[in-house]
């Protein structure tokens, strides 16, 4: 029988302490968790119901909630689950066993709002389903069969904050090959998704925030006859990181750092003037003068939306201040 378990770190990967999330009967098994400003909000496959299930945990480590179930209810399986945060609510997406992508929304006690949603009807049992929040819409990324059947390739959805399907489905990876395992992450531009393609080329692709492809797929590390499986991908200042795991006697963890960020110049501010100041909650910005936000990589961002960071405030007289979120 499986639990979930949890360990608070520090950003100088200090670990402060274990605890246990749940480990009620029947078993808990694939985890996944999003920080909301407040608190974090873990998301798991729980045997007891059975499904999709929630609790929140504050960053002092108290597990508020025994496990809230947040799924439909159906007879089919729920697995899979990943979670994004638009600071409002979250939304957790799931692969819903011989049916397709699914989501549901909840709100900041870790209670469900709606109904479950139809992301995509699917023909794999298994569709591994990924999102990301873009500060206005989700992306929902997932593997899927072709139209024939005969190969997975991966696909997207964009979907607003309201629950709505935003145009079509979105083909992202296609063709011959095997496109599976798809991870992605948002830069504060673009979406950059990656994926293993016919078991040993991992290859990339940027997304717009308007769910049109940005370029060409691209390579991230060239075919091999090792085993490659379930790539991951982070964005730092500069660069991506992207790491995978890779059998040769057994299996190690491998990465790729070369690709850069792609930041259009005139994005960025010239920062003349610091005035510090900490906020825990909403930015409030004075309305007679015109502001623009910033984040650490000089990109603007909308105010209401913050997630916990080191922003820029510039006004239009110029002045700059420096506003660190602590929640």
Known sequence: MADIFGVRV?????TLNSLIICNKPGGQTEPAVVFNGENFIVV?????????????VTPQGVVLDTGNYIGGGSSYGEDLPDIACDFQRSFVVWSQEFYGVCGRFINNSAQPEGSVITIATTLATSSVPKVEFDNNNYLVVWADFCSTGTDLDIFGQMVSPQGSLIGGKITIAQGPEIQNYPDFVFDGTNF???WLEESSGLFGQKIGTDGQLVGTKFMISDNTPYLRDHPSICVGIDNYL???GEYHDNYDIY??????IGIKEEESPLIEEFFPSIISGNLYLPEFQNFKV????GRSVDHQRLKPGVYFVKCENGL???????R
């Open 10 to 14: 520090t950003p100088e990967l200090d």
């Open 44 to 56: 798991w496959v729980d045997a007891r119901f059975p499904g999709i299930t929630v609790a929140r």
């Open 192 to 194: 950059i998704v990656v």
């Open 242 to 244: 992207i790491v995978w």
């Open 255 to 260: 990465g790729n750092i070369d690709i850069a």
């Open 294 to 297: 910033y984040d650490v990589l």
């Open 320 to 326: 700059i201040q420096k506003v660190v979120k602590a």
